[in-house]
């Protein structure tokens, strides 16, 4: 069974930066890391589900919602089989729970708490 554990979050001061991972292991059914894209969700309390940032399999398609272009950063690393978010000029709009998920296969990973207090 395929999963997504992320992992990096915690409580950063506004103006404050932080890189979150998702590690994917346990591949199975055919699942490729390096052959499929990969996105960030966030959920504030109270809030739907978000998309915040996608990267095509080979990094040459990157997008970011508005709120956070120009502060967030998505990357992989095939070879780990990881995805990052670095995070930069946080602000208290961004206190939410952060996913990992792998969108053709509609895997999800279990969340990681990122708080910045206002």
């Known amino acids: 069974q395929v999963q997504l554990v992320e992992s990096g979050g915690g409580l950063v001061q506004p103006g404050g930066s932080l890189r979150l991972s998702c590690v994917v292991s346990?591949?199975?059914?055919?699942?490729?890391?390096?052959?499929?894209?990969m996105r960030w969700y966030r959920q504030a309390p109270g809030k739907g589900r978000e998309l915040v940032a996608s990267?095509?399999?080979?990094?040459?398609?990157?997008d970011y919602s508005d709120s956070v272009k120009g502060r967030f950063t998505i990357s992989r690393d095939d070879g780990k089989n990881t995805v990052y978010l670095r995070m930069d000029s946080l602000n208290s709009e961004d206190t939410a729970v952060y996913y990992c998920?792998?969108?053709?296969?509609?895997?999800w990973g279990q969340g990681t708490q990122v708080t910045v207090p206002s």
């Open positions: 346990g591949f199975t059914s055919g699942f490729i890391f390096s052959r499929n894209p």
């Open positions: 998920n792998a969108p053709s296969w509609g895997f």
């Open positions: 990267i095509n399999f080979d990094a040459t398609v990157i």
